[in-house]
């Protein structure tokens, strides 16, 4: 009895706190950009360099493109200090831009919502914009920043959300089955810990985590194996978790074992 209590209140708790998290993200609209305000800033400033570091002449061996990256050299310093100036103009209107932005009330959202949902990119125009455009330059970024980080919070808390809601299913579908059980609910119990932990002293870090694809594929792995058990669980009578089990119990010399539910 205590063991499946302890499950359930387990189960519970990752539910409600995860499924909390993700209708946060539909229900308070400013809820993420509070939330990560400064890993968004760090985020748009980190794009906005690589995005214009990374403007250069046009690939490919037709003879425009041979005569445009001529130019190109050709103009290089000049190209290189307009670089230069770009980012530092950008840094220093930065904090206005992004205060202006992070209005929700502020008509310029939705055009760069709308920009991001058609793949706006950014061009060597910009190598030369007005300060108008600079302050554009910074805002669509700072959206598309938002948007897919949106986007992210709401696959990593979806899926916790919906594995810890699985294991508590079990608990009561498959009540013989609560031996079998702790090892996915120790594997999520670790997870949640985890990121409680980097939630409250590392905000950066949990949400590069969850904000970098190979980090973010990394994890949803993780989930992905507690999830296999559970469907092992459910719907395969536990055998390949009771051999796991049985090998871990008879590696540390036990003599506890389970048998298939």
Not at 187 to 194: E, K, Q, R, S
Request: glycine residues 4%; hydrophobic residues 50%.
């Amino acid at each position: 009895m205590v063991q499946k209590a302890s499950l359930r209140i387990v189960g519970v708790i990752g539910a409600v706190t995860f499924v909390t998290f993700f209708v946060l993200t539909f229900s308070t609209p400013g809820w993420i950009e509070n939330f990560a305000q400064e890993f968004i800033k760090y985020e748009v400033a980190k794009q906005i360099d690589s995005r214009v570091d990374s403007i250069g002449p046009p690939a490919g061996d037709n003879a425009l493109s041979k005569f445009a990256s001529a130019v190109y050299k050709k103009n290089q310093v000049r190209i290189d200090g307009l670089k230069n100036s770009l980012k530092v103009e950008a840094h220093e209107k930065m904090a206005d831009a992004l205060a202006e932005i992070r209005n929700l009330d502020c008509e310029c959202r939705a055009k760069w919502v709308k920009a991001y949902k058609e793949s706006f990119k950014s061009n060597i125009a910009l190598l030369e914009a007005a300060n108008e455009k600079v302050v554009g330059f910074i805002q669509s970024t700072y959206m598309n920043v938002v948007e897919d980080l949106k986007r992210d919070i709401r696959i990593f808390t979806g899926s916790n959300a919906a594995v810890f809601v699985m294991l508590l299913l079990v608990s009561f579908l498959k009540p013989r089955a609560v031996a079998h059980l702790f090892l996915p609910g120790v594997l999520l119990v670790l997870a949640t810990a985890i990121c409680s932990y980097f939630y409250i002293f590392e905000q950066n870090w949990l949400l590069t985590v969850i904000h970098n694809d190979y980090l973010g594929f990394v994890y949803m792995g993780y989930i992905g194996l507690v999830f296999s058990f559970l469907c092992d669980i459910a719907f395969n009578r536990a055998r390949v978790t009771t051999k796991i089990l049985n090998a871990f119990f008879n590696a540390i010399g036990s003599a506890v074992s389970v048998v298939p539910c």
